[in-house]
């Protein structure tokens, strides 16, 4: 039996649709997914007590998806069963994004789930290669593609984020611990943002099991309200949710979206 272990957005639903049986919904407290109702509602003082019930409903197999917040661990919520996981969890948390989630990753793995990649279990919301829009990228937005691409590679190390925003030759924002949302709602008041393009991809050695970058309509809202000229995403590496409704909102907004495989 398949655990979903989810987070906010719509990926839960995407994934739990694409499945043969129904997963167990698992659901961590404060970050309820659309479109799902938990079986299960955990929160990190609990996770222990969480693999516990999962080897009692004949679990076998685990998913994280969705997003979360880095959490926060309030030792006194701390269950017995969770208690002895605390070094384990408060050097998680203390980590990147990508040794935070290792480290719970490998948790469940030394439990004896085995653990899912999202596209592995929906592999049809993987991005697929090419300009997807009406609107193709210009000589300049392909040279910033390239910046924001650099850009990444570059804070890969530093495990912050999977997005940045370029413009005009100019990085105008970087992904980091508030998430994407926040990139955009914060990104600098400039003429430069009529042609910035937000692009997403996944860090150099990032493991993909668990926070595979993804976009989507809400994406693509953020965008346009922003009123920046394009998104490029790494073909392969991205997941695209709800596809048809991504080019359909890139069309009638005029900009590009762009599914890059590294040209």
Known sequence: MLALICGTG?????IAAAQAEPPLICVIEGFAPTGLKADLVFSFETLGTLLIELG????????????????????????????PLVPLLMGAITSGDDAALRAVMGLFEQTGFRVRAAHELAPELIAQPGVLSEKWPDAQMRLDAKLGA??????????????????????????????TDHMIATLPKTPLLAQGVLVKGPKIGQDMRA?????????LEAV???????I????????????????????????????????
Request: hydrophobic share 40%; net charge negative; charged share 20%.
């Open 211 to 219: 926070d595979m970058p993804t976009i989507g309509p809400r994406t």
């Open 10 to 14: 719509d990926l839960p639903a995407k």
């Open 150 to 179: 650099d850009v990444l590679a570059a804070m890969a190390p530093y495990d912050v984020g999977q997005t940045c925003v370029t413009g005009g030759g100019q990085l105008l924002g970087m992904e980091t611990i508030g998430g």
């Open 56 to 83: 009692h409903h004949g679990v076998t197999e685990a998913c994280a998806c969705g997003a979360i917040d880095r959490p926060q661990i309030d030792p006194s919520k701390l269950d017995e069963n969770t208690a």
């Open 232 to 263: 490029v995403i790494d073909a392969g590496d991205v997941l695209l949710l709800d596809a048809d409704r991504c080019i359909a909102l890139a069309n009638a907004a005029g900009i590009v979206l762009w599914s890059r495989t590294g040209e």
């Open 224 to 230: 346009i309200d922003a009123g920046l000229a394009g």
